[in-house]
C-alpha cells in the first residue's frame, strides 16, 4: 500500500510539497525513509535552502560547472546573514539552518584512494556518501539522517581538482546502512522535485526512477568535467604537443577509448591537447610513441604547403611530448602503445 505524500516542505514557501521516499523494500540494517513524525525544518530554513539553490543557479550561469572554493566557503547574505555553502568537514550545516544544507566530497589525490570515497551502489547507480568517522550517532551523521527522514534537499559537491568543485541540487538522502558506514544518495530535477502541493502527488516508483536516471546523468557529467579539469591541470594548461597556453583552445583527449565513462577518470590515459593536435591526434595524422616521441604520418610529411602545415604539423615530428612533472599523471605507455598501433596502421594504410 502506498502512503500519500505528506506536506513536509510547505512553511511558509508557495506550491512546495517535496515528494518523499516511503521506502518499503527495507531489509536487513539498510534503513531507507520511514514515516516521519516528528517536526519538520522550519520555514526559514526552507528558504535559506531555496535561497542556496538560487544562489547556485546564478554561480553556475557565469562561471560554468565548475565552482571555487573560496566562492562555495564565502557563500551569500540572507537577510543579512551570510550563509557559507560548505566547510572544513564533508557534511556542512551553516549555523542558520537546523539540518545540513551540503555534503562534499574532496579532491582526489592521484594514486591514492579518496580518504572519504564516494561511490556508486552499483545496484541502483545512486551516489553513496561514507559517514564522518565511525560514529553513526555523530552530530553531522544524525543531521543527514534527519535531512533522509524529512526528504529535504541538499546540495552535493564533488571535488574535481584541489580548489574546484562540481555542484548538484537538489539532492536528497534516500537510504542509510550503518554497516558499511555509508548513505545513498539521489539527485533530482529542482522544478519536479518542488512541484505544487496542489498537484496529485506523482506515485513513488516515478520519483525512484527520475531520480536514477537524472543521477546518472549527473555521474556522466561529474566523470567528463573532472576528466577535462585533471587532464589539463596535470599539463598546467599547455598543449602536450605545441605548448599552447590558451585554455579556451584546449581539451582533453583519450588515448584509449573511456572503459568507465561514469567512473573514476584516469589522468593517465589523457593527453591535454589544442583542438588541432586533437583533431590531428584523433584522425591519426598524428601519434605519439610509448616513449612519448610525436610521429607526423609520412603522407602527411611530404606534403608541401603553407606555414601552418610547416609549423603546426611538419615541425613537431620526432619531438618529444610535453608530460606532467608528477610521474603519476604521466600518459600510461600501455595506453599508448595500443593507440599508436592504430597510428602506425593507419600510417601504412594512407
Ligand atoms: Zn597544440
Same mark, same amino acid.
Given at each position: 500500500?502506498?502512503?500519500?505524500?505528506?506536506?513536509?516542505?510547505?512553511?511558509?514557501y508557495?506550491?512546495?510539497?517535496?515528494?518523499?521516499?516511503?521506502?518499503?523494500?527495507?531489509?536487513?540494517?539498510?534503513?531507507?525513509?520511514?514515516?516521519? %513524525?516528528?517536526?519538520?525544518?522550519g520555514a526559514?530554513?526552507?528558504r535559506?535552502?531555496?535561497?542556496?539553490?538560487?544562489?547556485?543557479?546564478?554561480?553556475?550561469?557565469?562561471?560554468?560547472?565548475t565552482?571555487?572554493?573560496?566562492?562555495l566557503?564565502?557563500?551569500? =547574505?540572507?537577510?543579512?546573514?551570510?550563509?557559507?555553502?560548505?566547510g572544513?568537514q564533508?557534511?556542512?550545516?551553516?549555523?542558520?539552518?537546523?539540518?545540513?544544507?551540503?555534503?562534499?566530497?574532496?579532491?582526489?589525490? &592521484?594514486?591514492?584512494?579518496?580518504?572519504?570515497? =564516494?561511490?556508486?551502489?552499483?545496484?541502483?547507480?545512486?551516489?553513496?556518501?561514507? /559517514?564522518?568517522?565511525?560514529?553513526?550517532?555523530?552530530?553531522d551523521?544524525?543531521g +543527514?539522517?534527519?535531512?533522509?527522514?524529512?526528504?529535504?534537499?541538499?546540495?552535493?559537491?564533488?571535488g574535481?581538482?584541489?580548489?574546484?568543485?562540481?555542484?548538484?541540487?537538489?539532492?536528497?538522502?534516500?537510504?542509510? =546502512?550503518p554497516?558499511?558506514?555509508?548513505?545513498?544518495?539521489?539527485?533530482?530535477?529542482r522544478?519536479?522535485?518542488?512541484?505544487?502541493?496542489?498537484?496529485?502527488?506523482?506515485? &513513488?516508483?516515478?520519483? =525512484?526512477?527520475?531520480?536514477? /536516471?537524472?543521477?546518472?546523468?549527473?555521474?556522466?557529467?561529474?566523470?567528463?568535467?573532472?576528466?577535462? &579539469?585533471?587532464?589539463?591541470?596535470?599539463?598546467?594548461?599547455?598543449?602536450?604537443?605545441?605548448r599552447?597556453?590558451?585554455?579556451?583552445? +584546449?581539451?582533453?583527449?583519450?588515448?584509449?577509448?573511456?572503459?568507465?565513462?561514469?567512473?573514476?577518470?584516469k589522468?593517465?590515459?589523457?593527453?591535454?591537447?589544442?583542438?588541432?593536435?586533437?583533431?590531428?591526434?584523433?584522425? %591519426?595524422?598524428?601519434?605519439?610513441?610509448?616513449?612519448?616521441?610525436?610521429?607526423?604520418?609520412?603522407?602527411?610529411?611530404?606534403?608541401?604547403?603553407g606555414?601552418?602545415?610547416?609549423?603546426?604539423?611538419?615541425?613537431? %615530428?620526432?619531438?618529444?611530448?610535453? +608530460?606532467?612533472?608528477? &610521474?603519476?599523471?604521466?600518459?600510461?605507455?600501455?595506453?599508448?602503445e595500443?593507440? /599508436?598501433?592504430?597510428?602506425?596502421?593507419?600510417?601504412?594504410?594512407?
Amino acid at each position: 500500500m502506498r502512503e500519500r505524500h505528506e506536506r513536509l516542505w510547505d512553511g511558509g514557501y508557495p506550491a512546495a510539497s517535496w515528494p518523499r521516499r516511503t521506502d518499503k523494500r527495507s531489509g536487513g540494517s539498510v534503513e531507507t525513509v520511514r514515516a516521519y %513524525h516528528g517536526p519538520a525544518v522550519g520555514a526559514r530554513d526552507q528558504r535559506v535552502r531555496l535561497a542556496a539553490f538560487d544562489f547556485l543557479d546564478r554561480q553556475r550561469q557565469v562561471h560554468g560547472d565548475t565552482l571555487r572554493r573560496d566562492v562555495l566557503a564565502a557563500g551569500f =547574505d540572507f537577510e543579512g546573514t551570510r550563509v557559507p555553502l560548505l566547510g572544513p568537514q564533508g557534511i556542512f550545516k551553516p549555523a542558520i539552518c537546523e539540518l545540513p544544507l551540503s555534503i562534499t566530497t574532496v579532491p582526489p589525490i &592521484e594514486g591514492r584512494p579518496r580518504p572519504y570515497e =564516494d561511490e556508486v551502489d552499483p545496484a541502483t547507480g545512486l551516489l553513496r556518501y561514507r /559517514y564522518r568517522g565511525s560514529d553513526q550517532d555523530h552530530r553531522d551523521n544524525t543531521g +543527514l539522517r534527519d535531512a533522509m527522514r524529512q526528504q529535504v534537499p541538499l546540495v552535493y559537491f564533488h571535488g574535481i581538482v584541489p580548489g574546484r568543485y562540481m555542484a548538484s541540487w537538489p539532492v536528497f538522502i534516500v537510504g542509510d =546502512d550503518p554497516t558499511t558506514l555509508t548513505f545513498t544518495v539521489a539527485v533530482d530535477d529542482r522544478q519536479l522535485a518542488m512541484s505544487p502541493a496542489t498537484h496529485e502527488p506523482e506515485p &513513488e516508483p516515478e520519483t =525512484d526512477i527520475r531520480r536514477r /536516471y537524472i543521477t546518472r546523468q549527473v555521474r556522466q557529467r561529474l566523470h567528463q568535467q573532472a576528466f577535462r &579539469e585533471r587532464v589539463l591541470d596535470a599539463y598546467r594548461q599547455h598543449c602536450a604537443i605545441c605548448r599552447l597556453r590558451h585554455q579556451e583552445l +584546449l581539451e582533453a583527449a583519450h588515448i584509449v577509448a573511456d572503459s568507465d565513462p561514469e567512473g573514476e577518470p584516469k589522468v593517465t590515459n589523457g593527453l591535454a591537447l589544442c583542438k588541432l593536435h586533437h583533431a590531428a591526434f584523433d584522425c %591519426h595524422i598524428l601519434g605519439v610513441r610509448p616513449d612519448y616521441v610525436v610521429e607526423v604520418r609520412g603522407d602527411v610529411l611530404e606534403e608541401i604547403d603553407g606555414p601552418m602545415l610547416k609549423h603546426g604539423l611538419q615541425g613537431f %615530428h620526432g619531438q618529444p611530448m610535453l +608530460l606532467p612533472t608528477r &610521474e603519476v599523471l604521466q600518459p600510461d605507455r600501455r595506453c599508448l602503445e595500443q593507440r /599508436y598501433e592504430l597510428f602506425r596502421r593507419a600510417s601504412s594504410n594512407a
